[in-house]
């Protein structure tokens, strides 16, 4: 059992749309991560939180917009997306950053 | 250009054979990590090492990372079924102030 928990497992969602991904962990854990995976890819950093606080975003288009209301927890607000956004997307966490991230199941998102 | 190059691509092993996993960088590796991924799923953790020579190991999977610190290597021994799934080296390239860079991946098949 992972110790990462991200809702929903699955979501489908229409272009104009408005949903959330969700990501929980309880390790106490102060950096935590959203990735984007598509298929046969490595995982591509999107965020990183440090201390609740945005510390690296790496140009991800504004239709994700990162949300961390407290140390366990993170959010990834999706709005407008596009076909191409269709992928897996995780999130990850770890006691600081240069120390072993631990992941979440992901959630697997379809864009219509 | 790839940072991290992962070989092979992909494997496939008979149950009961070993089989290593190689992962190389041009840039020096401040910390090196071996993950695992099924299908869809999240990335599992397996090992981190961040000693020139160092290696570690977990059940029949031994983990090592070579004295000048640019290559790892993986290795499974007597191959199950269960060892089936992507592997995945991910390095900090910059003592933990940049983002965790991954390899392209090694998937792995067992077959009885």
Redesign the interface.
Known sequence: D?E?T?TPKHLVMGMTNKKSLKCEQHMGHRAMYWYKQKAK???E?MF?YSYEKLS?N?SVPSRFSPECPNSSLLNLHLHALQPEDSA?Y?C?SSQ???????????T?LSIL | SQELEQSPQSLIVQEGKNLTINCTSSKTLYGLYWYKQKYGEGLIFLMMLQKGGEEKSHEKITAKLDEKKQQSSLHITASQPSHAGIYLCGADLDSGNTPLVFGKGTRLSVIA
């Open positions: 992972t990462v991200q890819k490595p995982p950093l990183v690296i790496e897996l995780l990850a600081g950053q240069g120390l072993p991230q631990h992941f979440g199941d992901g697997r």
